[in-house]
Structures are given as structure tokens and as C-alpha cells.
């Protein structure tokens, strides 16, 4: 087993099937961020979205997965 993070996306209160498992805290994190806050481009700044999507949750959590798991990096 190895620790890796899954990104866990929620939208209106109902937590979606598929799951990304992430070697990197950081880029889970990252990634969970984009998605409540619509960020559309890598270039788009956190600063000029102010606003979250409505009912879209999205965060990172620590778990163990097989090491055959594809970790994204």
C-alpha cells in the first residue's frame, strides 16, 4: 500500500463516482481548487474568482491505495 491523495468532487450534495488518485498533496489541492471556483486556464488567478460554483465542492484526501493504482502527478 502507498499513501497517495483523492480528489473528491461533490455537486449538489451528491459525491461523484469517479475518483483521481494524486502522488502530490499539492496538485490534488491544486486541481480541487480549479474545480469550485470555475477556473478555466491555468492563467486565470485565484484573485479575480471570487466566487465558487454553486453546489460544487471539491477537496483532497489522504488514503492508501494498492501500488498498482495510477498516481497523477
Avoid at 497517495?4 to 494524486?22: G, R
Avoid at 492563467?43 to 477537496?59: C, E, G, I, P
Avoid at 484526501?61 to 494498492?66: D, G, L, N
Amino acid at each position: 500500500m502507498v499513501l497517495a491523495f483523492a480528489l473528491i468532487v461533490v455537486i449538489n450534495n451528491v459525491e461523484q463516482p469517479d475518483v483521481s488518485y494524486w502522488a502530490s498533496i499539492y496538485k490534488c489541492n491544486s486541481y480541487a481548487k480549479a474545480i469550485e471556483h470555475g477556473q478555466v486556464s491555468s492563467k486565470d488567478s485565484y484573485s479575480n474568482l471570487n466566487r465558487s460554483q454553486v453546489n460544487v465542492t471539491a477537496y483532497c484526501k489522504p488514503v492508501h491505495v494498492e501500488e498498482d493504482v495510477e498516481l497523477l502527478d
